[in-house]
């Protein structure tokens, strides 16, 4: 396929594109500065450990840390399995009961899933219908004998801003243990552990226009985890296995270049964003935006169409690449566990559509994708009822 004919790309929140300025830093430390950052007998070595404390300086730059408190990972996933059953296993003589929120990615939800395994028992906060917990809620299944609550900072399917400052205030002065998955919003949206009391954040490098693979774990100073995997001690101990050095000095740049130019990019994307709900929220019957328009990524919407099938809807969309909440397996399609639990109807979470717009969309992009799902709907309407 030539480049003009591939889809837009609208679906940011699944990865984003390395920005040619983290490219640009990473291709040394594949080739000639090839050094393992653990060797500490020679140039090769020092080179690369010394690129990974300015990465470490940038990640924490992002994020209101010191860089004692970084810990690189393979990315999120791996970030949220750390903090969660690391500290399942660190505060075994406290209790072993935890508050997280149904509408979580499957990264947590999982982990707790299998924590449950192990003899914990883990309360899942249903949100309201805008997507959002209240601090009463989660004040309302704190115990004395609760470890961790693991709330997300911003939804990756509808994009809603957890009110995460007041939950982490609440988690501080109750001493238990607050992490959130910050993935969708590091870079986004301005992320500080110390105004928003977090202890464990988790964030992923492709999600920031850094490569695949590449990840962090905000540890506030003092807390105490399990390692999750065992080795030469790397990350103090805490993530055994040879630091990822270009991912990591990929990661380091991309908080850096989001950090500069976040309010800018926020501003620009927001105004994308509207203009491509209001126009198809205005101009095709039935639709319905989900999850809360206020506290919300100013770069995502989610947007359900009600009068056409949903899965032909996506199939049928083909000059855009978007998402959708719905799980294809071999045998169904299931609709997204993310809308059911705000309460949307099977068939508007069917036929829901997350576009997710990012630093190298353009308005063009924006106003063919608005003609484009247009004329799909209008077809399908039209042979739907003829
Ligand atoms: C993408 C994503 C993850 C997983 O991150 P990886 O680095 O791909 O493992 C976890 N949580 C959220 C909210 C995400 O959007």
Redesign the pocket.
């Known amino acids: 396929m030539t480049t003009s004919t591939r889809p837009i790309y609208l679906d940011y929140?699944?990865?984003t594109p390395v920005d040619p300025r983290v490219l640009d830093q990473m291709l040394p430390w594949f080739t000639e500065q090839f050094g393992n950052a653990a060797s500490r007998t020679h140039l090769y070595g020092w080179e690369a450990e010394e690129a990974v404390a300015k990465a470490r300086r940038q990640v924490a730059g992002i994020l209101g840390a010191s860089e004692k408190e970084i810990a690189f990972t393979?990315?999120?996933?791996?970030?949220?399995n750390l903090a969660i059953k690391g500290a399942y296993e660190a505060n075994r003589h406290r209790g072993s009961h935890f508050v997280t929120v149904a509408t979580?990615?499957k990264?947590?939800l999982d982990t707790f899933k299998h924590l449950e395994g192990w003899g914990a028992e883990v309360t899942y906060l249903v949100p309201a219908a805008d997507g959002l917990v209240s601090i009463e809620q989660v004040a309302e299944a704190l115990r004395p004998d609760t470890v961790l609550v693991s709330v997300?900072y911003?939804?990756?399917e509808i994009g809603v801003i957890q009110p995460v400052a007041e939950i982490g205030k609440l988690c501080r002065e109750r001493g238990v243990l607050f992490h959130t998955?910050a993935?969708?919003a590091v870079g986004k949206v301005p992320v500080d552990v110390d105004k928003d009391y977090i202890d464990l954040l988790?964030l992923?490098?492709?999600?920031l226009y850094g490569p695949?693979?590449a990840?962090a774990l905000y540890v506030r100073k003092g807390i105490k985890l399990t390692a999750q995997q065992d080795g030469g001690r790397h990350e103090r101990g805490l993530r055994s296995g040879t630091l990822n050095v270009p991912g990591i000095v990929g990661l380091g740049k991309a908080c850096e270049v989001a950090g500069a130019e976040m309010a800018l990019e926020a501003k620009r994307l927001a105004q994308l964003r509207d203009k491509l709900e209001n126009e198809i929220v205005s101009t095709i019957n039935n639709t319905q935006v989900n999850g809360n328009r206020e506290h919300r990524l100013p770069q995502v919407t989610n947007i359900s169409i009600g009068d056409v099938d949903g899965e032909q809807l996506l199939m049928n969309l083909n000059r855009i690449a978007v998402s959708s909440g719905s799980a294809c397996t071999s045998a169904s399609v299931e609709p997204s566990y993310v809308l059911k639990a705000l309460g949307v109807p099977d068939d508007l979470a069917y036929a829901s559509i997350r576009f997710s717009l990012g630093r190298f969309s353009t308005e063009t992009d924006i106003a063919t994708a608005v003609a484009h799902v247009q004329e799909v709907v209008t077809r399908m309407v039209e042979n739907h009822t003829s």
Do not use: R
């Open positions: 929140n699944a990865t393979s990315g999120a996933t791996e970030a949220n979580e990615h990264a947590v997300m911003a939804n990756n998955d993935t969708q988790s992923s490098a492709h999600k695949k693979g990840g």
